[in-house]
Structures are given as C-alpha cells and as structure tokens.
C-alpha cells in the first residue's frame, strides 16, 4: 500500500496558487509575487527564499521538498536529459544525505508533487506544477521531473498519470520554456519597445513571430521575432498590416481607404511606408527570408 504524504493538502495549496499567478502573468512570474507565498489553514506559506534550489517548509511533517527552482546566474542546477525529452535537476553540492537533497530524494520516494520555478531572466520565473521526481540516480547525483496532471495526480493516491500523459506533459513545459525564452530575447533586443511606434509601455509590447511558430520555420528565436504593441501584433497576425524585407510597414490598401477616427489614421495608415526599428546588433534583427515568406503572404491577404 502506497505511502500518503502528510503534507499532501499543504501541496494542493501551493500547487493551486502557482498555477493561478503562472495564468495572471502568462507563465512569466515576477519574483516579488512569488515571494508573497500562499495562504494555507489560515497562515501564510513562503514558497522559498528563491535563493537555495531546494526548499522544505518548516510547516510541514513529511520529509519531501516543497518546491524546487533554478537561479538565473546557476546553469548547474538543471539541464535536460541527453534526449532533450525531460527536465533533470541536480542535487545540490556536497554531501548526499543534507538535508536538501534528502529532501529531494524522498520527493521521490514518496511521489509526491512539488512545485518547480525555473528562472529565466534575474526576477523572473517561469512555474510547472505539479512536478514529479520521477527518477533518482545517486551516483550522476540527479534526479528526473516530470510534469503531472492538476487534478488526477494531485490525490491521496499519488502519480496515476500514464508514461503517455506525462511524456505529453513534458512537451508542453517545454514549449512553454521556449515561448517564454523567445518573448525575453524579443524584448531585450528591441529594448522593450514596439518595433513599428516605438511604444514603450511593457505591458502592452508583446514578442510577435514572423513565420508563425507551428511551421517548420516558425523557430522559437530573436531572427523570427519582432516586438510589436498589441494592436500592431494583432494588425500583423491578421495581414492588416505588413512588414516587407527591407523592413518597410506596409498597411492593406483597403485600411488605408478608409476614413475614420485618429485611432486609424494615426496608430495605422501613419506608418505605411514608415522603417521599423531593428535591434542595434545586426545578429539579432529580422530574417530577410522569413520576412519575404510573410509578407507574400500579406501582399496575397490584403489584395
């Protein structure tokens, strides 16, 4: 008969409050949110210090760690495996049995979910939960995660989910990863500003991919991106607008025809003709190949 965790309902909390704040801020947490916990039979639970990987809560009567994270500056502390196909995480450094990494091993032993926030710019996180340890090999000093499912696995019973479930799992954590690693290169290299207004407002500048990312040439990089304001990324996906290789904006003849208010003169057919601004570094500005692929495709959508 499987071993319950004591601390499984402690676990729901912290997974629930995860995933709610990773859903308000689109994956990316700040860490300031992070640092405000959970709430749990009345009190308040730290997530962590965000400055130790591996964290067990002096709340709880289990040996299993609570949450595990990565430091932006500590390339160590996690990888993938050599197939690329699932996350691995490190022991910490030093002896096997601290602390920690007893921790982390009964993590394992118990099967238990915990949360992981992996940083991937100084302050910023992004979160998987529920996660597994679903492997531990003392002599590498590593163990396997493995994302599980928020409700089925989340029960006294412990991990139910099959090897299929999980590997899909696993997928989508690391697209998620990518998306977010292609939305922070995007900003850098515009410097957070719309490529096309040079608006400057970050919570309306969002990371835009020239070939969209479900076609073979769709990467996940700085080459295929722009930084666009939501309304210009929304005029872009829809072919309203168009960037051509020179990198010229184009609007659809039939908007610049159009007579209406300021917001379309000016937020639209006041750029037709105009240059985007690139990122200083030549290594990091458009594609002139998949800018062609997609403007042919607006020059078409918007005849």
Do not use: W
Request: one cysteine or more; proline letters at 7%; a positive charge.
């Amino acid at each position: 008969m499987p071993v319950v965790d004591p601390d499984l309902a402690l676990r729901q909390a912290a997974v629930g409050r995860a995933r709610e704040l990773a859903q308000t801020y689109d994956d990316l947490v700040p860490l300031p949110r992070l640092r405000e916990g959970f709430r749990f039979g009345g009190e308040r639970v730290s997530f962590g210090s965000f400055q130790r990987g591996i964290h067990r809560s002096q709340l709880q009567r289990g040996p299993a760690a609570l949450t595990v994270m990565t430091s932006f500056k500590d390339p160590y502390a996690d990888a993938f495996d050599q197939g690329g196909a699932l996350f691995t995480y490190a022991y910490r450094r030093g002896s096997i049995d601290q602390a920690d990494n007893r921790a982390l091993r009964a993590a394992f032993d118990l099967r238990t979910p915990l949360v992981y926030f992996r940083a991937l710019e100084p302050g910023q996180y992004l979160v998987v939960a529920p996660m597994f340890v679903t492997a531990d090999d003392p002599a590498a000093r590593v163990v396997v995660l493995e994302p599980g499912l928020p409700v089925q696995d989340m029960q006294p019973g412990g991990l139910i989910s099959g090897p299929d479930v999980r590997a899909y799992a696993t997928r989508e954590a690391r697209y998620r990863l990518h998306q977010q690693r292609f939305k922070l290169d995007v900003m850098r290299a515009y410097r957070h500003r719309c490529a096309i207004c040079t608006l400057r407002e970050r919570e309306l500048i969002q990371a835009a991919h020239i070939v969209p990312d479900a076609e073979a040439e769709g990467i996940a990089a700085v080459v295929n991106g722009l930084a666009l304001c939501a309304i210009h990324h929304l005029a872009f996906d829809r072919n309203l607008l168009g960037i051509d290789p020179d990198g010229v904006v184009h609007i659809a003849t039939r908007l610049l025809r159009e007579i209406d208010g300021p917001m379309l003169r000016t937020g639209l057919q006041g750029f037709h003709g105009k240059p985007i601004a690139q990122p200083r570094h030549e290594e990091q500005r458009p594609d002139v190949t998949r800018l062609q692929t997609r403007f042919e495709r607006f020059v078409i959508a918007a005849a």
